[in-house]
């Protein structure tokens, strides 16, 4: 199920944008321009399902487009990863579930600006099995409700046998396998379960984290989940597009909002990516997938912040990003892991929201000096009224003589 280049000449073709190598803030001193040399050393941490993707784009950059730029990204999870971007220990953090308003309010609070997110990527969450035989195994929402909520545990019970009439089903006993981190993942997973079947939205309901019904087994992000799908007979578990292309893992079809069983292709991924409304804070879910979409898709999100950078690591984290977003053979890449683009308007909004990184520091003070260089505005306007009150003085003395 791997997607080649040649698929992808149309569907993840995105132009280089000129506006994106040019500042969206003159002044700022936060321009990006991949003509330029840039020197720095960026961090960030947290999804573990655009891991691969991060991964090739950040070797890609550094080799060949900013040899000077040194990009640490650790697949932590999406808890993690906004726990640290929160805690200010990282340039940059990455989740599958955006900020909220909670969230926002606290970084706001934390670092004295406000914070920036943006989408990069679309990507599916897949249904997976580590037999051959049950790939394209038709499902729909409630059969996977019920399979995690452990109401149905073979794989020839009548509610699947009735949406795979031409299959042979095994009575195998299935081992649903789960997330045991804070993940975007589970996240996205479980929202689509909260939307689709009523029963679960009731009982376990949609996040990061949840408290799964008894005899599951968890595995610590993608990689962990695929592991446990191939260490345990009859294994089932949900984990992005990529890493079960990765594993060689099968995969289900899901039945959309139309009734359609859809495969998880780049194609579905990206049909589904479509009908997503993407408001003007970039805060949205994708729900509701009919046509040809494949109905478990989820969003990464990077997130980065208005103020406290020095210029040549907020320089930097533009010019990765607007690289990633807008250079042709980075979205190939993209699409040959499963991903999705964002499309072409979408990506010049985002780059104009990415543009707003370190664009409140006023010429780009480094972190820990803007409390100082308040002070030194401070001391500087005092200087200035009390010279202004001198000239005044003599302006005085001149008229009386």
């Known amino acids: 199920m791997r997607n080649g280049r040649s698929k992808l000449a149309v569907l993840a073709a995105i132009p280089l944008l000129a506006a994106a190598c040019s500042s969206g803030d003159e002044g700022n001193g936060s321009a990006a321009s991949t003509d330029a040399e840039l020197s720095a050393s960026l961090t960030g941490a947290g999804a573990s399902f655009p891991d691969p993707l991060f991964q090739d784009w950040i070797y890609s950059y ?50 004295g600006c406000e914070a920036v997110q943006f989408p990069v990527v679309f990507g599916s969450v897949v249904i997976a099995f580590d037999n051959p035989e049950l790939d394209g195994l038709v499902l729909d929402a409630q059969t996977i409700a019920d399979i995690y909520s452990t109401e149905i545990t073979t794989f020839d019970d009548p509610a699947i046998a009735e949406l795979n009439p031409d299959m042979d089903l095994p009575d195998d006993e299935i081992v649903p396998v789960h997330r045991s981190d804070s993940s975007g993942t589970t996240a996205v997973f479980t929202h689509y379960l909260s939307t689709e079947v009523e ?46 292309q ?18 998880p292709t780049l194609e579905a991924t990206i049909a589904a990516s479509e009908e997503a409304e993407v408001p003007e804070n970039f805060q949205f879910a994708i729900d509701d997938i009919g046509g040809e979409g494949y109905p478990i898709a989820g969003t990464n999100w990077i997130f980065t912040y208005t103020c406290g950078y020095e210029d040549a690591t907020a320089d930097a ?9 807008s250079d042709e053979s980075a979205q190939d890449v993209a699409g040959e892991l499963g991903y999705a683009p964002l499309g072409d308007e979408l990506t010049e909004r985002v780059i104009a929201e990415l543009e707003k990184t370190n664009s409140e520091n006023g010429g780009g003070e480094g972190e820990g000096d803007t409390e100082e260089g308040a002070e030194d505005d401070a001391t500087d306007g005092d200087d200035a009224e009390a010279g202004t009150e001198e000239d005044a003085e003599a302006e005085e003395g001149s008229e009386e003589e």
């Open 246 to 263: 990765e594993a060689g893992l099968s995969v289900a079809h899901i039945v959309n909002e139309d009734g359609t069983p859809i495969e």
């Open 62 to 111: 550094s080799s060949d487009v900013q040899p000077g730029v040194e990009i640490n990204y650790q697949s932590v999870g999406s808890g993690a990863g906004i726990e640290q971007f929160l805690e200010q220990t990282v340039d940059f953090g990455s989740s599958e579930e955006f900020l909220g308003d909670e969230d926002l309010a606290t970084a706001a609070e934390a670092r």
């Open 317 to 325: 984290i533009i010019d990765f990003w607007t690289w990633a977003l």
């Open 199 to 244: 029963s679960w939205a009731d009982e376990y309901g949609e996040g990061k984290e949840l408290d799964w019904a008894s005899g599951l087994v968890g595995g610590q992000q993608n990689d962990g989940v695929a592991q446990g799908i191939a260490q345990n007979p009859g294994g089932m578990g949900y984990l992005n597009q990529s890493f079960a």
